[in-house]
Structure formats: C-alpha cells, structure tokens
C-alpha cells in the first residue's frame, strides 16, 4: 500500500522535481518527452481544401514503461488566428521490448485507434492495428502516424488516414518546438 499524505494524497500527481526516473523501456522516446506546440497543415479529397491548423501534445511518464500521449489542435484563419478547436485526443504509449510500441489513442468524437509500431533512430511509426467507432463516429478504417525528431530539435508529425470510403493517404503534417 503506498503512502498517502495530505500533501500527496495522489501518487500519480507529483511535482515536477519529484516525477519518477523513466522506465528502461522508454529508452528509444525519450527525446519526446514533454510539451510541444506548433503548426500544420492538412487535406483531404471529402474536405473543401487545404486548411492550417496549430497543435499541441504532450508526452508524460509516471516512471512506468508507458508514455502518456495528449494533443489537442485548433483551425487556424489566414492571420493565424485560432478559428475553433478541430481535434483532441489522448492515450497511452506501451513500450515493448526492441522498441516496438503498442499505442491506444482515443477521440471524443466516437473514435478509439489501437495502433503498432517501432521506434527507433528519433522516430515512431505507429499503424492500426484496429480502429474501434462508437455508432455515430466518422467511418475510419485505418490510420498511420509517424513522430520524427529532427537534429534541430523539431517534432515532425506526421498523420494519414483511411477514412468515408476513402484510401489510406495523406491527412496532416505538424512542424512542432519544445516549450517549458
């Protein structure tokens, strides 16, 4: 039974300079770990045109072999300024032995991906596995993502999706920077 405290009645919401040393499995997605913003740009053939979009994820640990994922995203105008919110998601990242990865991503909008993959060589490519739709989701059958760590310390997003009677292809592409 762990401790609990009136100033750490929750285990799991330490203080930054108390989080826990990341577990060994973690090794190969390091470097994500953290908060990220940025901009992007999207398509897709059942969408009226191009459209820019700013984001934002984050990658956490609890000292576990998983990562915790989060990222929400806004369409942008013109200026650049924020329009309404476009997309929010959240799950966890399991970390295997070899550097495969097993991910569970869920979307309030009805949609849960179960995704594999690899990391390794500052990237992570996850591909479904199995896409679960609550009954009045967005008919999407497959997706593929992949997270590429630049040498400048850019986070490469990229995301394409299998979607309405649509084949796998291009959807999104996301520049992010690392923020404190």
Avoid at 82 to 106: K, M, N
């Amino acid at each position: 039974m762990s401790d609990l405290s009136p100033e750490h009645p929750y285990p799991d919401r330490l203080r930054a300079d108390e989080a826990p040393a990341p577990h060994a499995l973690l090794e190969p997605v390091l470097g994500l770990l953290g908060f990220w913003q940025g901009r992007g740009q999207g398509d897709y053939p059942t969408l009226t045109g191009d459209f820019a979009y700013a984001q934002e994820v984050t990658f956490s640990h609890d000292g576990r072999p998983f990562l915790r994922y989060e990222a929400r995203a806004w369409l942008l105008d013109e200026q650049d300024a924020p329009l309404r919110p476009s997309a929010r998601e959240s799950g966890w990242w399991r970390l295997q032995p070899d550097g495969r990865v097993e991910a569970l991503i869920t979307q309030p909008t009805g949609i849960a991906e179960m995704m594999v993959g690899h990391a390794s060589d500052n990237t992570v490519d996850l591909s479904s596995h199995q896409v679960a739709l609550a009954p009045t989701a967005k008919r999407v059958s497959a997706t593929r993502r992949r997270y590429t760590l630049t040498d400048d310390g850019t986070l490469t997003f990229e995301h394409d999706l299998e979607a309405v009677g649509q084949p796998l292809q291009h959807h999104l592409t996301a520049q992010l920077r690392r923020k404190s």
